[in-house]
């Protein structure tokens, strides 16, 4: 069997450069060697309050914006979470092999029930089941993901193994394939904070949906560190961040773009690090804009179908070791 790929991401929010470099863009290259899940996960959007209205358009931007980024409906699956009802089902029976001890410890809720300090769903604690359940359904071997993803993974694995070894072998245990370089891109007003959907500043993140001028006055705006020469630099957080931006987009190794910047100050990069991105978001953009409203219900359609045919099978075996028969 063809080894098989996982992944998603949740409609909130604008879907920026750190999804396309640290995820969409593997995914892309990944899912010629592999049969590939790309998933638009809905479910895990309301976790956290949604519009309804808002929830509707953005999920099928989120489509549009993977078959832009080069997913080709024709190797792989793309769907919607919620047309496969599977994943609901396969969570619930999940929250009761998952621990409340190991969703407590897992930091993403820890920073996001902090956030929100109030009303904390329920859903928000069990996220990580329902993410598992995503994996889980498909027998999949590798789910590309950015860094901040590992720690769900790593406890999908460990329900995994639970649930095999009470009710014997039912899933493949998966592994996570994290990028080694964009795994964690950093939001541009803070070098110390990841580029994120939902942070309350929209100058952080460049989103992909963005225009010419918003970009290149976000990248003006983006905190540089003290010094001033243009070059890979742990200790220099911010540099460090526009540069690894740059390095994805263009292609480059990291001794031809120190040697280009060689003797510029942070203003040139700036400016070329807006250039590149201009370059590249501009015909994605064009993409999103020419897929029609027909043509995306037919792939999403389509994507539901193929993905429920494996989730059923999957589902039917779980009940089968659990002992849920029906009538
Ligand atoms: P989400 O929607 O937050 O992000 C989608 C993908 O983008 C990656 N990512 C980043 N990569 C690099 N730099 C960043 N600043 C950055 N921010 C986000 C994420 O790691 C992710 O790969 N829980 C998931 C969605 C999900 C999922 C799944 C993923 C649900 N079920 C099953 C894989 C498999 C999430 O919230 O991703």
Redesign the pocket.
Known sequence: MAKRI?????P?GNLHI??Y???LRNWVALQHEYESFF?V?DL?AITIPQDPEVLREKTREVARLYLAAGIDPAVSTIFIQSDVQEHAELAWVLNCVVRIGELERMTQYKDKSKKQRENVSAGLLT?PA??AA??LLYQTDL???????KQ?LELTRDVAERFNRDFGETFRIPDAYIPKV?????ALDDPLK????SDENANGRIGLLDDADTIRRKFKRAVTDSGTDVRFDETRPAVTNLLTVYQLLTNQTREEIEAHFAGKGYAQLKGDLADATIAFLEPYQERVRGISDEELGRILRDGADKARAIAEVTMRQVKERMGIVGA
């Open positions: 996982f992944s998603g991401a949740q909130t750190g999804n470099l640290g995820a998933c996960v895990h996220y329902l993410m995503d994996i789910v590309p993901v950015g860094q901040d993803q769900h964009g795994a964690r891109i950093q990841k580029m994120s959907k």
